[in-house]
Each structure stands twice: as structure tokens, then as C-alpha cells.
């Protein structure tokens, strides 16, 4: 992905906490996604659109990774929440 490419939220997907964990609901399929601390992290940071770069950026520095780690494994997730209609990329 991009860093220029802006990702959101994406209308219609609704999250609850359960204990300690985000559950989404697809609005696509009605799904339900339970998310681990940093996809939680990422689901946050999302509250406002900001670009792939952005969210990089903000990982690196709150996790203290390298940038080409954080893209690494940030990617499929972020891939993977636009198929299932959670995550809207422009």
C-alpha cells in the first residue's frame, strides 16, 4: 500500500468491547472480527482519516519498530479489513 493512500473507518462498520477486546461487525456480511491490542491500536487511530504513512508513522513511534517491519506487518491487516468492508482506503 501506498503511504499517500487515506484509510478510515468505513460507514456501517460498528465495534463493541468485549473485556479487553475490540469486536468489529462487517457491514458487509455481518461478520464479526475480534481484533488483538494492535489491531485494536490501529482501529483507534482510525477514529480520523489519516494516510497509510501516517499510521506507519504513528506505529513506529508508539512501538518502537522499524518502519519496514511496521509496513510489513501492518499491511495484510489493513488488506484484509477492506475486504471485509471495515476499512475504506482512498
Known amino acids: 500500500m501506498q503511504d499517500q493512500v487515506v484509510i478510515q ?7 463493541a468491547k ?3 477486546q475490540v469486536v468489529l461487525l462487517s457491514p458487509l456480511d455481518f ?3 475480534a481484533l488483538d491490542p494492535v489491531g485494536a491500536r490501529i482501529w483507534t ?3 480520523e482519516p489519516r ?11 508508539s512501538y518502537s519498530i ?15 479489513m477492506i475486504v471485509i468492508g471495515t476499512i475504506a482506503a482512498q
Open 31 to 33: 461478520s464479526y472480527h
Open 66 to 80: 522499524d518502519a519496514e517491519t511496521c509496513r510489513a506487518d501492518v499491511t495484510p491487516f489493513v488488506d484484509r
Open 9 to 15: 473507518r468505513a460507514p456501517g462498520a460498528v465495534e
Open 45 to 47: 487511530l482510525l477514529e
Open 18 to 20: 468485549v473485556d479487553d
Open 51 to 61: 494516510t497509510f504513512g501516517e499510521l506507519i508513522a504513528e506505529l513506529t513511534a
